[in-house]
């Protein structure tokens, strides 16, 4: 044969190049007129996704490697043989068989592409869009697999050796490296037009509930599907010429400059409509997936609000394991993944925090958690803790971050969310507009029916751990009731070494603030003063909320120079600190204000003197015994004990304190309340708790780096 034939008339006719790439608007219209006329459906409804997994699955077998054209023949996956595929093969096999026919017909006897694939339309003129193209394709794809199945057995089967030979089948792969460009051009196509065929299958299957054909890239991606479809028809065509060309006049056909170009313009053509319907889909999903999300999150509303749950699962699976993971927990202890079950018909306290959450406020609930493990068999041991990690789900957790989940969950002795991303976009919204998190920890705590029984609990965990049990505000009310302002209240079990002094009837000075010098001062003068006064006397530094690196290193001056006793380390002053911000919180919640609650106004007090600067104290002996002042004025009171000292013996050490400090104590003052966010909501108005007048309002920012 002639090498140098390149142009056929034995197969279709290359389109000139003005009828491809040089369309006008008019022209595009006129087409879609055409296009448009053979579209007749007559209301059947196909699922041609079996049909396009067998067409994508051959076109996969199919496809040669270029380098290695003989493959060794696989098992079609099970995921092509769902139920229906038979019956909807034996419905569509004629018409598939009579387009395969159709198009080695007009691929043989010349002819116009455009007629040949408005022809085609033709022939599936009563179906839609997405099947029109899934059976074309299906067609094709009987031809392009019957070619690559040869090319592929000849060698090992003799029949299939001796159908080659016919088609000279051996001749042309003997050169597979100079029809590599042709078979790559029509790999590419291939690619292409499958991309085309999801996409307009995925448009036809989009729910019309949460998206309706007039949505603006539904409506435009419907106007774009009938040239889609004509477009891929006519690169399939291109693709059966190439190939049918190959088998009718051997490897001498090699690819002419204008079959060339011709493939080149159809996969040009192919990418553009391939990105455009990519983006409009993309655009559909967005909009599905956002209004699925709002009826997840307004279905959550709907569950948490309902009181007659026979057990908490419901209400734990939509938020803990809302995407059905088989085992979505950890257990602390053993570190395996466990179900869901484990909480069933159990109050269930969930710690809802990001990735932020401090190492104190951890060891804190471990201390507390441990307790309530260690004694199982008590009342207000019956719960278990759930840590569920909020993350930002549009943005990708980077190593560090997983790196920095892992270790937390492994310091967790209870249960852990397996990863963050198994909660739901709906129940992060949830946890933020419905239980408050923004960017401290909350504790939600979940009854054995799934009801919410405390949509925060962290403050009454924080100030009577278990004893809280169930966390409920009936239960927190009580628990004010029966409290009244001492010693034990502030410090409860943060140090030890203070208990027993207490229980040896001590003297417990606490003392708190970042001036060293003041620190200095005050511990000899409160210490010379407790020897003259033939008192125990146990001095007990605090230091100062948010302790950092000053707060330090006063604790070292302190060890070195033996000026008192102090909290062990910075864990237990920020527990000592945050206990006070929680019952801050607390008593806000519950309406008390300084006017109307003797605890809050002490407590209102301690952080007016936390955050106004330099030192402060209070010094107190049994349950109702305390008093305190501002550094400057309580080292004055010491440093003048010689005219009060007299008051001691007959008033009670404390109580003598506590008279002169009123003695010496002038009306001028500035006083400073910094409210931390762990209070909640922040009152509109707050009293100075030591003239009683209405505080001013600002707003601080701070950052400090020390």
């Not at 190049?17 to 007129?33: T, V, Y």
């Not at 996956?77 to 909807?88: I, L």
């Not at 419907?222 to 060309?245: D, E, F, K, N």
């Amino acid at each position: 044969m002639d090498g140098t034939i390149g142009n056929p008339a034995t197969y279709v006719q290359q389109p000139k190049r003005g009828n491809i790439i040089m369309l006008s608007a008019s022209d595009d219209a006129m087409m879609l007129k055409q296009i448009q006329a053979t579209h007749s459906p007559d209301g059947r409804e196909i699922d041609v996704k079996p049909l396009l997994l067998i067409v994508e699955d051959i076109f996969k077998r199919s496809t040669p490697a270029i380098d290695a054209t003989v493959s060794p023949p696989e098992a079609l996956e099970d995921r092509t043989y769902q139920a229906n595929v038979a019956n909807m093969l034996e419905a569509l096999s004629f018409l598939i068989d009579r387009i395969a026919s159709e198009i080695t017909y007009r691929c043989t006897g010349g002819g116009e592409a455009h007629d040949a694939a408005i022809s085609i339309l033709k022939m599936v003129s009563n179906y839609w869009w997405d099947a029109k193209l899934v059976i074309a394709l299906s067609s094709f794809a009987i031809n392009y697999g019957e070619f690559w199945l040869l090319a592929q057995s000849y060698t090992s089967n003799q029949l299939a050796k001796q159908l080659a030979t016919l088609r000279q089948l051996p001749e042309i792969l003997e050169h597979t490296s100079i029809l590599k460009s042709r078979f790559d051009a029509i790999k590419t196509l291939i690619i292409s037009m499958l991309d085309i065929a999801r996409y307009i299958v995925e448009f036809k299957e989009l729910p019309s509930q949460y998206i309706t054909t007039d949505h603006h890239a539904l409506s435009t991606a419907m106007s774009h599907i009938p040239l889609a479809v004509y477009w891929t028809i006519r690169c399939m065509l291109a693709c059966a010429s190439q190939i049918i060309s190959l088998t009718e006049l051997g490897r001498e056909h090699f690819l002419s400059t204008t079959e060339a170009w011709e493939l080149s313009t159809l996969t040009h053509k192919l990418s553009s409509l391939n990105s455009h319907l990519a983006s409009l889909l993309a655009t559909c999903h967005k909009e599905i997936d956002e209004k699925k999300y709002i009826e997840e999150y307004q279905n959550l509303v709907h569950l948490l609000e309902t009181r007659t749950h026979i057990d908490n699962m419901k209400v734990l699976k939509a938020l803990i394991n809302p995407k059905d993971d088989p085992q979505p927990l950890v257990d602390g202890i053993t570190k395996r993944r466990v179900h869901i079950e484990v909480l069933r018909r159990k109050n269930v306290l969930l710690l809802v925090s990001d990735l932020d959450i401090l190492q104190d406020e951890v060891s804190m609930l471990e201390h507390i958690y441990g307790e309530a493990r260690s004694q199982p068999a008590r009342l207000e041991s019956q719960y278990e803790l759930v840590w569920l990690p909020i993350v930002d789900p549009s943005v990708p957790l980077i190593e560090s971050r997983q790196k920095q989940f892992e270790i937390l969950q492994a310091s967790m002795t209870w249960y852990t969310l397996h990863h963050p991303s198994l909660l739901d976009r709906a129940v992060i919204k949830f946890v933020k507009e419905e239980w408050k998190f923004q960017k401290k920890p909350v504790l939600v705590v979940l009854d054995p029916q799934g009801r919410v029984a405390c949509p925060d609990a962290l403050h009454m965990m924080r100030i009577w751990g278990s004893l809280a049990f169930p966390f409920t505000t009936a239960r927190e009310e009580a628990l004010w009731n029966g409290e009244t302002w001492r010693l034990e209240l502030l410090v409860d079990n943060i140090d030890q070494q203070i208990m027993n002094w207490m229980d040896e009837g001590r003297f417990i000075c606490l003392y708190g603030g970042e001036d060293i010098d003041w620190i200095r001062k005050f511990t000899t003068t409160a210490n010379a003063v407790a020897r003259n006064a033939a008192i125990p006397l146990a001095l007990v530094y605090v230091g100062k909320s948010n302790p950092k690196e000053r707060v330090k290193n006063n604790m070292l001056t302190i060890i070195a120079e033996k000026l008192s006793h102090y909290l062990p380390d910075l864990t237990s002053i920020w527990w000592f600190w945050i206990r006070i911000e929680s019952m801050c919180y607390s008593k806000n919640q519950l309406g008390k204000t300084v006017e109307n609650d003797p605890i809050m106004r002490e407590i209102m007090t301690l952080l007016t003197f936390d955050a106004t600067g330099g030192g402060w104290a209070l010094i107190g002996r049994g349950l109702a015994e305390m008093t305190r002042a501002k550094g400057s004025l309580f080292l004055t009171c010491l440093s003048e004990y010689n005219q009060w000292k007299a008051d001691v013996q007959p008033k009670g050490f404390v109580k003598a304190i506590h008279e002169y400090l009123l003695l010496i104590h002038t009306p001028q003052h500035c006083n400073r309340l910094l409210l931390p966010t762990t209070v909640g909501k922040i009152p509109e108005r707050i009293v100075c708790t030591e003239c009683g007048r209405p505080m001013e309002r600002y707003i601080l920012y701070q950052c400090c780096d020390e």
